[in-house]
């Protein structure tokens, strides 16, 4: 397992990306299913809550999120005119449980800054969803040192232009930078961007 002290030390920015890199975004979704389960109850008194939850649980741990509307309302007889309401609440969700750093990750992060090194988030997720979504997690007073940029406002990885807006925004160079991802777009994007990239999983 990978930590700090293996990064070479000339390394002056650490990339992240924000699911399943810096927590898992399942403890995310499943708290927007639980809220969107208890509003259907509250407000059809069917079905119970928990069995909507479950049927969530188990749909996104097969299938995972895409669709996952359509298959709850095909299982239960949703009237399409919540649709909109869970959609919104991806959006708004208020949860009621904090979002947990990856405990490893937390580490990183801690000795990142403790060294003085410059942290960058660069999620390719809707800008709404995502804020919503750092809004809720517990940084550990670290979200001070975290520069956040949202790749839709200038062009989604795995395409190089946020990168080289952050490079000649921050005057770094290629060879400053590491990024750490989870997915193969993630890859693609250091590859675009001629920088080094780790997997989270190898902190994990």
Known sequence: MLQYKDFEPGKKAFVFELDNVLYPERDYLLQVYYLFSNFIEYSE??????????????????????????????????????????????????????LLLYKEVLQLLQDIVVDRKQVFLITNGTPGIQLNKIRQIEWNGLE?????????????????????????????????????????IDEEFAAACGIDYLNVDEFL
Not at 154 to 170: A, R
């Open 45 to 98: 008194g069917t079905p119970p809550s928990a069995d909507l939850t479950a049927f969530f649980k188990t749909a996104y741990s097969h299938h995972g999120d895409e669709g996952i509307f359509d298959r709850a309302k095909e299982a239960f007889g949703l009237d399409e005119k919540y649709r909109v309401n869970f959609e919104r609440l991806y959006y708004t969700a208020r949860l009621p449980l904090k």
């Open 144 to 184: 001070q040192y975290l520069k956040v940029y949202y790749a839709e406002e200038v062009k989604l990885k795995p395409e190089p232009d946020v990168l080289t807006y952050i490079l000649n925004e921050q005057g770094l160079q290629r060879r400053d930078v590491v990024i750490v991802g989870a997915t193969t």
